[in-house]
């Protein structure tokens, strides 16, 4: 059985939007973003097809970046990327900024989230957006493991770089081994700045 769930920022009432609303064969959930939130006048719609559509912890490709794993779930047709995470107190993403939108939602824990030169402490059911371009950085202050689901926009970005990186560690290890390219290197490749590192 095939998945297939996709996404869409659609402009309510666009002729596009109305278009894509009439062409959903099967599950089509629709829900207005809030005046006050950051979509704006956006409506996202959620295709699901065939499948269920669920998906259990830990289901998908998994990565360990350091003290994080990233585990991203199956999408398709580009929209997005899906991964829950989970990282050790203490470990996140330094302060960086990318071309591509970023969320975060806090499942459990407390991280040190900052957006801009704003910085806030987020605990579970809270969220952290970055759009492209934004500096932004995110920690878990402990005390425990902390996990956070993130969505990134367009998709396989994200997991690209997260591939990229940990390939350069497999091969023997550590990422400065001869030949290897340094952390930098495949940020600057992937479009990603590190801001004071």
Same mark, same amino acid.
């Given at each position: 059985?095939?998945?297939?769930?996709?996404?869409?920022?659609?402009?309510?009432? !666009?002729?596009?939007?109305?278009a894509?609303?009439?062409?959903?064969?099967?599950?089509? $959930?629709?829900?207005?973003?809030?005046? !006050?939130c950051?979509?704006?006048?956006?409506?996202?719609e959620?295709?699901?097809?065939?499948?269920?559509? $669920?998906?259990?912890?830990?289901?998908?490709?998994?990565?360990?970046?350091?003290? #994080?794993?990233?585990? &991203?779930?199956?999408?398709? $047709?580009?929209?997005?990327?899906?991964?829950?995470?989970?990282? +050790?107190?203490?470990?996140?993403?330094?302060?960086?900024?990318?071309?591509?939108?970023?969320?975060?939602?806090?499942?459990?824990?407390?991280?040190?989230?900052?957006?801009?030169?704003?910085?806030?402490?987020?605990?579970?059911?809270?969220?952290?957006?970055?759009?492209?371009?934004?500096?932004?950085? #995110?920690?878990? $202050?402990?005390?425990?493991?902390?996990?956070?689901l993130g969505?990134?926009?367009?998709?396989?970005? &994200?997991? +690209? &770089?997260?591939?990229?990186?940990?390939?350069?560690?497999?091969? !023997?290890?550590?990422?400065?081994?001869?030949? +290897?390219?340094?952390?930098?290197?495949?940020?600057?490749?992937?479009?990603?700045?590190?801001?004071? +590192?």
């Amino acid at each position: 059985m095939r998945q297939e769930v996709n996404a869409h920022a659609v402009d309510r009432g !666009s002729g596009e939007g109305k278009a894509r609303r009439e062409e959903a064969a099967l599950t089509v $959930l629709s829900r207005p973003a809030p005046d !006050s939130c950051m979509f704006g006048t956006k409506q996202w719609e959620v295709r699901m097809t065939e499948a269920s559509g $669920l998906f259990l912890v830990g289901e998908g490709k998994t990565y360990q970046l350091g003290q #994080i794993r990233i585990t &991203f779930k199956p999408t398709t $047709l580009g929209d997005y990327s899906l991964c829950e995470m989970s990282n +050790a107190p203490g470990s996140g993403a330094g302060l960086h900024r990318h071309a591509y939108d970023e969320w975060h939602i806090i499942i459990e824990g407390s991280y040190e989230c900052r957006v801009g030169e704003e910085v806030r402490t987020l605990g579970p059911g809270d969220m952290m957006f970055a759009a492209g371009g934004t500096p932004h950085g #995110i920690k878990n $202050l402990g005390p425990g493991v902390g996990r956070q689901l993130g969505i990134t926009s367009p998709a396989g970005l &994200f997991e +690209a &770089f997260v591939a990229e990186v940990v390939e350069s560690q497999v091969d !023997s290890g550590s990422a400065s081994r001869q030949g +290897a390219p340094s952390f930098r290197d495949i940020c600057a490749k992937h479009g990603i700045e590190m801001i004071n +590192a």
